[in-house]
């Protein structure tokens, strides 16, 4: 079970030497004491300074704050702990969630113990901490991978002392969030419905709908398999799935040596029904994932150090047919109760020409697919201190390799459904086929596969004259990726940083950043800049007028400006290419002939992009440190944007490449307030973040309006755009004294549009931006208190100021004109129910009246507030007294019961539906959980 | 000290060993050197380059939305109620949602063929191949502006540039004069240019014949001379006037459609192949290589019309989509088999006998055979089931042109299904039609007999083919205008055709079809309204895309749109 690696490098000849060795900061057994200095240190990938000396922005979360949630993937365990992160999660299938989180409105890069490494599922236990690095000075050093940000994951090291072992179990029951805004009709109401639809529509119900036999059949159900009404989410979804994982880690150390070792075991079962057809294979979309990490340091001699992290891990994913449960649940949407009933009166499966599908039978009788992914990481670095050339002197070399490979196996058989079209001479059904039944395919192909490698060499000092104190580090390294057949794409450069203190009062520090990737002209080589940044701090309760503020114990502020970049990986777009163009056909046997032509236009003019980072905050502790605040002011300008642009002329003959031209500010508050009080046994906290994030389109290249509300340039990035809505028109006589919708003829219960330009008619110049303009505040709270041994805490999260646009077949009716309808078009308006109705005309968006012209077109009448709050988790403890657990040889034992995704409150428009994923994907889960922690 | 050194030095040498040397760039790919090589004497990646032009050419047959563009004339409905062809008929056709929008890729045909001319004369291919390449791409871009021309009037002309990113494209419109002159002169240098149809071999065929030149040239002045173009614009203010047509009449436009028709005769190789009756008309399609066919959009052998337009009851070997309803508008227009008029029943079954026998190779209607069995358009017929979301016939008809003879087979097998876009009968109805213009009344009678002989029309006292003794111009007129109409069906005439007429009122109104009842053994007939069109003047003209109208601020939006 325990891999100890041990690297001994003899260079001069002499042993290992055992001395102690000082660190920079004391490393000390006591577990609250550990936390208490993690806390009070910022660790920000290249270099780590004391927060009472820092003058960046970023914020911190410790590992075991979180690594209970029951989730594969860790970013899902950080929504609303950290200020200025955001993480949304668009569905809830294992390893396929569509997780993406936000830093301050753009998308920050992943490191890992500082190597950057797009990894989102490790263990939990391994990670000891996480940081979010937010502003310009911790940011300038990434060079032009910076600007969006950075989250930097630390692992676990081990320390000097006495091994300690740890298991942790964890079983849990998960159960589906609704995922629909309301619920699918059943066959009678949709038909009735439908019909109703097509009237509105001008067309004829005899030829197109259902007819009174069959809503006959809808109503009493007396003939299921002409006239059927099933609800196909009961036939393939089932209410709880479950969720295991397994944790045993260990570390410890001496002088000479520390390790930590992981192993993890995660089990996450998915919501499919499975079928006794399948003996020997599963249906359901499962994830396991197997997690072994070992980080090992050694003091070579009491001058070097050396250490060498491996990880690896093994994601394995299972699949209903091939990766199909998306395309399960894009069936639910489109499949309404009355199309074709499961099973035939002969048991073949049902289906019929218009959906030549089976629900069911695309999830247990499509065979399977299984996703492997595999992944190795190993780290070795040598460091060297040189106290000797200068005191507080050291040099430190690095290296590191990556490799990703995915591998798909795809097991898959088609089925064929039955439609009964008749009867035959002797009283049988006759069926008409759709589809065959093939027998069970078996092909395998690599999904991905990328491999990198990592070169630094870094040199620092850190050292404290009298009052002056200088933390300054200097790195050279090289990040080399290759993915697939493309070739090698690597970022190399040399950056800096110095940290100067004057009494612990005055702060400067200054980062920098020569750095550049390939890919570039001439001939794929580098392209260079210099990224420089610079921050001010000052620490006013260290000042005589604030000395004997005895409340105060810290109050500093501190501003930032710098900077940072972000490279454009497109595959050598400058180069102007040719492939094979569309096919041509020629001669008498209608050949393909060889054709060619250009790609795409080339722009020799790319580069990356860039973003000046401006931050300025205040950050303060009181009441003999249990108070703490910190709020902060951002404001980031993106610049050479890569984009196409928005007067694209389709003179030119050939698509735009993308080009540098874009520009867009992001601006916002962050804001943190802790409160943690203790009394002998009892103590609790409060802590709450909120993030106000704000945005403006500066530049895009937009087309030429006629008008200026046409613009979206001003207005918010990603603003909804199209018409004001002013309701509905409630009857004929409305409608004539009404400005005109050109090429549409309204009638009652259609949306009205406002008449912008007030030329009379309602067209494209009536277009506008809409939707709130306010900032996105997203909040985040973490409560809990302990008592002797039992502890308790629960988080919330929460988005404010959000809003919705609600489309789609999800949501709305008859979408392609066959598609489920809904119990919120039961409010549509009809002329008895005009005052009260809340939905407009339904209709089949189709024929002479289709309303989908007027009222399916992007306004502002399907915008609606999204906010929500939810008890994101919720954990209780219990540690069982020591003296008990000693006796049978445990250090220590810890039950807990916890839960994931509890409860929401949300505003009316989700109707109780889960608010990261009501468009009817996979379910999200609400997660039941308990464990058990042993220590030895 | 030696522990720093030896420190340094692996440190050096771990990241010198990355310096290995590896290519730069992908060498895999091909750039604008390896197509326009100067070393390459036999031009390989030059001709792929013109070749790859073709494709761009555009499609035909159910191109818009699923459904021909003839569904959008007093020809046919379309059979779905959601689709957009619909947009030209019911009202509601606007710059935003116009569905026939071929100006990027037009204008992409004309940057390629430009790329093509600029650079070609770096290629050492011999003159006679470099003098077929360089007519080749200036017809094509011919062929392109001539499909703008058609649809909006006067275009940007760009000439021979080829545009750099940077530089400023609000290029305003070119009248429409000018787009003429500038066709017709390309016609004239790619007509002399280009190998005539009998010299182009059958392993290249598809590329563009001389004839196809001077057919495109027939065409052009065939339009221009016409009522909409030639003077009878509908706009109030002459600068949007001169964008879309002539200011002044002027009869001697109709002259170049003569003389362009003639020169085709004269090259004695593209004629109305031999054989009469509906065999012969149905074969002009599926036969890839025939001299009725001048220039063509070539695809693989396929079973794609076949799927797209029969009948719905038919799964053989998946569901077809039926996607097309003649109407009954368009069945009574068809002759009788001595070529006089057809003013009989249009409620009997017995309408189909004894008529044009063009008319069988065109249409299915109730209870002829396909595919095995009977076709059955009556309510609730296999054909016609009347279900919830099920698209069928609107009309109780179906197309049938383009495809082979499948009557007696179980299932269908790949066919030619090339869409045409030069025939030899649209050009001697175009000499026709200019040949009465110009009051030379019997030369276009002689012209109309050899189409209506091929058609299978029985001869008659004097061969005359049905057309009276001494039938006035204006009679003619009409004649020839219904001639075309069924002769050249479904090939994207009639939408130009009933325009350049300025026969607007044509396209609105109700349509019919027909409602068919079983009872026992027989059937009764009752014709009904389908659709109710309507017509504006402002869709004499199509608008251009608003998209294009935000870009290039020089356009000017055709009369009646915003």
Redesign the interface.
């Known amino acids: 079970m325990v891999l100890l690696c041990c690297l001994f490098i003899f260079?001069?000849g002499t042993g290992a030497q055992e001395v102690t060795v000082i660190r920079p900061y004391n490393q000390l057994r006591n577990d609250s004491l550990l936390t208490d200095s993690l806390k009070n240190l910022k660790q920000l990938i290249y270099f780590n300074t004391p927060k009472r000396l820092s003058t960046t922005s970023s914020a911190m979360v410790l590992g075991k704050e979180f690594n209970t949630t029951p989730v594969v993937a860790y970013p899902l365990a950080l929504a609303g702990r950290l200020a200025g992160l955001s993480v949304s999660q668009g569905n809830g299938e294992p390893l396929n969630e569509g997780f993406s989180y936000r830093l301050r409105g753009q998308s920050p890069l992943i490191f890992i113990d500082g190597i950057p490494r797009s990894v989102t599922e490790i263990s939990m236990e391994e990670i000891e901490s996480v940081t979010v690095l937010k502003d310009a000075v911790s940011l300038a050093m990434l060079g032009v991978r910076g600007s969006g940000g950075a989250i930097s994951i630390v692992t676990k090291k081990g320390s000097p002392g006495k091994q300690q072992i740890s298991f942790t179990g964890q079983w849990g029951t998960q159960r589906p969030l609704q995922n629909l805004i309301s619920h699918s009709l059943d066959a009678y109401n949709y038909?009735q419905l439908?019909n109703e639809a097509l009237v509105n529509?001008g067309?004829s119900v005899?030829?197109?709908?259902?007819s009174q036999v069959?809503l006959n059949g809808f109503q009493t159900g007396n003939n299921p398999y002409l006239y059927p009404n099933v609800d196909w989410r009961d036939q393939v979804l089932k209410n709880s799935a479950t969720i295991a994982r397994y944790n045993l880690n260990t570390s410890g150390g001496n002088n000479y040596v520390k390790y930590f070792i992981n192993l993890e075991h995660i089990n996450q079962n998915g919501f499919f029904k499975e079928s006794d057809i399948n003996t020997n294979y599963s249906t359901n979309a499962g994830a396991k994932g197997y997690f072994i990490r070992s980080n090992v340091d050694v003091n070579l001699t009491d001058?070097?150090t050396a250490g060498i992290y491996i990880q690896g891990r093994i994601l394995n994913k299972n699949n209903p047919g091939n990766a199909a449960a998306d395309n399960i649940f894009s069936s639910l949407l489109a499949t309404p109760n009355s199309a074709y009933p499961v099973y035939n009166a002969n048991g073949s499966y049902g289906g019929s020409?218009?959906f030549t599908n089976n629900i069911l039978a695309q999830s247990i009788n499509s065979g399977y697919s299984l996703s492997n992914t595999r992944t190795v990481l190993t780290d070795v670095y040598?460091k060297?201190t040189?106290d000797d050339l200068s005191k507080g002197l050291w040099?430190k070399?690095r290296?590191s390799f990556f490799s990703n490979l995915n591998e798909n196996l795809v097991r898959v058989k088609s089925f064929a459904v039955f439609e009964p079209n008749g009867v035959s001479g002797t009283g049988e059904t006759t069926y008409?086929q759709f589809g065959t039944n093939s027998e069970q395919g078996n092909t395998n192909s690599i999904g991905f596969q990328n491999r990198s490698?990592f070169?630094e060499?870094s040199i620092g000092y850190n050292r404290t004259f009298s009052k002056h104190g200088f933390d300054a580090v200097i790195l050279?390294n090289?990040d080399?990726l290759v993915n697939g057949t493309n070739?090698?794409y690597t970022i190399q450069g040399i950056s800096g940083h110095v940290a100067y203190n004057y009494d612990e009062k005055y702060l400067a520090e200054l980062s920098f950043a020569q750095n550049g990737a390939n890919r570039y002209p001439n001939?794929?080589?580098f392209k260079y800049g210099f990224f420089p940044a610079a921050g001010l701090g000052w620490n006013i309760n260290k000042e005589s007028f604030l000395k004997d503020v005895s409340w105060l114990n810290n109050l500093k502020l501190y501003t930032s400006y710098g900077k940072s970049g972000k490279n454009n990986t497109a595959?050598?777009t400058y180069?102007?290419?040719?492939?094979a163009?569309?096919?041509?056909?020629?001669?008498?046997s209608?050949a393909?002939?060889?054709?060619?032509?250009?790609s795409y236009?080339a722009?020799p003019n790319i580069t990356w992009e860039k973003a000046k980072i401006f931050n300025a905050g205040v950050d303060g502790t009181l009441f003999k440190n249990q108070l703490s605040f910190n709020v902060e002011y951002y404001s980031n300008v993106y610049s050479d944007l890569s984009i196409v642009r928005g007067?694209?002329?389709?003179?030119?003959?050939?698509s735009?490449?993308e080009?540098n031209i874009g520009k867009q500010r992001y601006y916002g508050w962050d804001a943190q307030i802790n409160w943690a009080q203790r009394f002998n046994d009892f103590g609790y906290f409060i802590s709450a973040n909120a993030s106000l994030q704000n945005s403006k389109l500066i530049y895009s290249a937009e087309?030429?309006?006629r008008y200026e509300w046409m613009y979206r340039t001003g207005h918010p990035v990603g603003q909804n755009y199209g018409y004001l809505a002013e309701g509905l028109f409630q009857n004929q006589q409305e409608i004539t004294g009404y400005p005109t919708i050109?090429?549409?003829?309204p009638q009652p219960g259609d949306i009205k549009y406002r008449d912008l330009n007030g030329d009379g008619?309602i067209?494209?110049?009536d277009q506008t931006t809409f939707g709130s303009e306010k900032a996105t505040v997203f909040l985040g709270s973490r409560i809990g208190f302990s008592f002797k041994g039992i502890d308790f805490s629960a988080l919330f999260q929460g988005v404010l100021n959000q809003q919705v646009y609600l489309s789609g077949n999800s949501y709305r009716e008859f979408q392609s004109?066959?598609a489920q309808a809904y119990e919120i078009q039961l409010g549509r308006w009809t002329p008895a129910t005009a005052t009260t109705a809340t939905y407009p005309r339904l209709t089949?968006?189709?024929?002479?009246r289709?309303g989908a012209?007027n009222n399916f077109v992007s306004s502002s009448y399907w915008l609606r507030s999204g906010n929500y709050v939810r008890l994101k988790t919720i954990e209780l403890g219990y540690t069982i007294p020591g003296k008990l657990t000693k006796k049978i040889g445990l250090q220590s034992t810890r039950i807990f019961l916890n839960g994931l995704n509890l409860y929401t409150w949300s505003s009316d428009t989700f109707n109780g539906a889960d608010p990261e994923n009501y468009t009817g994907g996979y379910p999200i889960g609400k997660v039941f959980n308990v464990g058990l922690n042993i220590q030895l | 000290m030696k522990k720093i050194l030896s420190l340094l030095i692996i440190a050096l040498t771990m990241i010198s060993s990355s310096c290995k040397k590896f290519e730069n760039e992908p060498e895999e790919r091909t750039t604008e050197t390896d197509v326009f090589d100067p070393t390459d004497k036999t031009g390989t990646l030059s001709t792929a380059y013109l070749l790859g032009i073709y494709s761009f050419l555009p499609a035909g047959f159910n191109r818009i939305d699923g459904d021909f563009l003839d569904a959008a004339t007093d020809d046919a409905v379309p059979s779905s109620n959601r689709s957009g062809i619909s947009l030209f008929t019911n009202g509601q056709l606007t710059a935003v949602n116009y569905p026939d929008n071929n100006w990027n890729n037009s204008y992409t045909i004309i940057r390629r063929c430009n790329v093509f001319l600029k650079n070609i004369g770096i290629v050492p291919i011999a003159d006679a191949i470099r003098q077929r390449q360089v007519a080749e791409a200036r017809f094509l871009r011919a062929f392109a502006y001539f499909e703008l021309l058609k649809r909006y009037g006067g275009i940007p002309l760009v000439g021979d540039k080829v545009f750099a990113l940077e530089e400023d494209l609000n290029v305003p419109r070119n009248t429409f004069a000018e787009c003429v002159d500038y066709i017709s002169n390309e016609c004239d240098y790619t007509a002399a240019n280009l190998p005539n149809g009998s010299a182009v071999i059958a392993a290249e065929f598809g590329r563009v014949p001389s004839e196809a030149a001077l057919a495109l040239k027939c065409r052009l002045y065939l339009y221009a001379a016409s009522p909409l173009f030639n003077g009878g614009g509908i706009e109030s203010n002459n600068a949007l006037k001169s964008l879309t047509g002539y200011l002044t009449a002027d009869q001697n436009r109709w002259l170049p459609v003569i003389s362009a028709a003639e020169a085709i005769i004269a090259k004695n190789y593209y004629k109305l192949p031999t054989g009469t009756g509906t065999t012969a008309y149905s074969a002009v399609f599926t036969t890839k290589i025939n001299t009725d066919i001048i220039f063509s959009k070539q695809s693989a052998n396929s079973t794609v019309i076949e799927n797209a337009n029969a009948p719905v009851g038919y799964v053989a070997p998946t569901t077809s989509n039926g996607r097309t309803s003649p109407t009954q508008n368009l069945v009574n227009a068809f002759p009788n088999l001595n070529g006089s008029a057809y003013t009989g029943t249009q409620t009997e079954a017995t309408q189909y006998d004894n008529r044009d026998p063009r008319l069988k190779s065109i249409l299915f209607y109730n209870t002829v055979a396909w595919l095995g069995r009977p076709v059955q358009t009556f309510e609730g017929g296999l054909d016609k089931p009347n279900q919830a979301f099920k698209t069928q016939t609107r009309t109780a008809y179906y197309l049938r042109k383009f495809m082979a003879d499948f009557s007696t087979s179980t299932t269908y097998s790949n066919q030619s299904h090339n869409f045409p876009y030069f025939r030899f009968a649209e050009v001697l109805l175009n000499y026709a039609e200019a040949l009465n213009e110009v009051n030379r009344v019997e030369d276009a009678v002689k012209q109309i007999i050899l189409i209506r002989a091929r058609a299978g029309i029985t001869a008659g006292t004097g061969n005359r083919y049905g057309i009276s003794v001494g039938i006035t111009q204006t009679q003619l007129r009409d004649l020839i205008r219904n001639e075309r109409r069924i002769e050249l069906c479904f090939e994207e005439h009639r939408f130009f055709d009933v325009r350049r007429w300025k026969l607007g009122s044509l396209l609105a109104g109700s349509f019919q079809g027909l409602k068919i009842t079983q009872n026992g053994t027989a059937f009764s007939y009752e014709l009904q309204n389908v659709t109710d069109n309507v017509f504006n003047d402002k869709y004499y003209h199509m608008p251009i895309p608003y998209a294009e109208l935000t870009r290039n601020t020089s356009l000017l939006q055709n009369q009646g749109y915003y």
């Open positions: 260079i001069d038909a439908y529509d067309l005899a030829g197109n709908g259902f069959a001058k070097i020409s218009q040598l060297h040189l040099v070399v290296a008409r490698d070169q060499l050279a090289r080399n070739l090698p001939n794929g080589g595959y050598y180069m102007q290419v040719y492939n163009s569309p096919t041509a056909y020629f001669g008498s209608a393909a002939g060889t054709t060619v032509g250009e236009l722009n007067n694209n002329s389709g003179l030119l003959g050939i735009y490449p080009e087309a030429n309006q050109e090429g549409y003829s008619v067209n494209q110049y004109g066959t089949t968006s189709s024929g002479p289709n012209q």
